[in-house]
């Protein structure tokens, strides 16, 4: 288990602290990561997140069908059995659109206030919601209005994302989705064109697609970002 806002280790609950505790960033639910990934870990994970309630639990989002190429390379979640699972991750990595080179993308869910997504974009505090009011409010040269940077369908509904500024090697947007955060988070940054295609995501714990390819783990989840 690791801190979802830092990657550092967290403390168990004791007599004097009901919650998991960073050091650094206080109370957080804490990020479980499987060491490896294949539809044994997928299932296990799916019977996890799923097991607090249909209606109210956070998605698994994934893109299915996968693009050309592309393999799941990971998942994971945030939460304990007092609290529930409070975020969720999903990781794939394929062809780059523009130049055909190694990419990855993973796509997080959370509850406010969790900062798994921002840790993983490079983003200061644990929300984006300055970054995509920043958006909104200014468009950028060339765009008189205020356009998303990029329309997905998400759970069947087109949704869109906010491109936020991130560290120069990747490329981050964030959305809403189901009364929760989004996050798409791509590496290299030229990977983010991936969500410029036709992208569906897919709740996993509605149904695990059995034809799911599976590849060597994320390094993202594994401490690289």
Partial sequence: MSCPRCAGPVRDPDLMHGEYRCLRCGPV???????RIGAEI???????????GESAGVPLWCPWPLPPGWTLTGVAWAGDDRAGVRAT??????????????????????????????????????????????ALTDPGPGHPERLPHAKI????????????????D??????????????AIAWPASAGHLLAEEVVLHDLTE???????????????????
């Fill in 29 to 35: 639910p804490p990020l479980h990561v499987p060491e």
């Fill in 42 to 52: 997928m299932a296990s994970v799916v019977e996890r997140v799923a097991a607090d």
């Fill in 89 to 134: 991750v999903v990781a794939c990595a394929g062809p780059a659109p523009l130049d055909g080179g190694p990419a990855d993308l993973i796509f997080v869910a959370e509850e406010p206030g969790v900062g798994l997504g921002s840790r993983f974009a490079g983003l200061p505090g644990p929300d984006p919601g300055p970054q995509v009011e920043e």
């Fill in 153 to 168: 369908r998400v759970g069947g509904h087109p949704t869109p994302l906010w491109l936020v500024r991130s560290e120069t």
């Fill in 170 to 183: 990747r490329s981050a947007y964030a959305g809403e989705a189901r009364g929760m955060w989004l996050h």
């Fill in 207 to 225: 149904w695990t697609p059995p034809e799911l390819v599976y590849g060597a783990p994320s390094p993202y989840l594994h401490g690289q970002a």
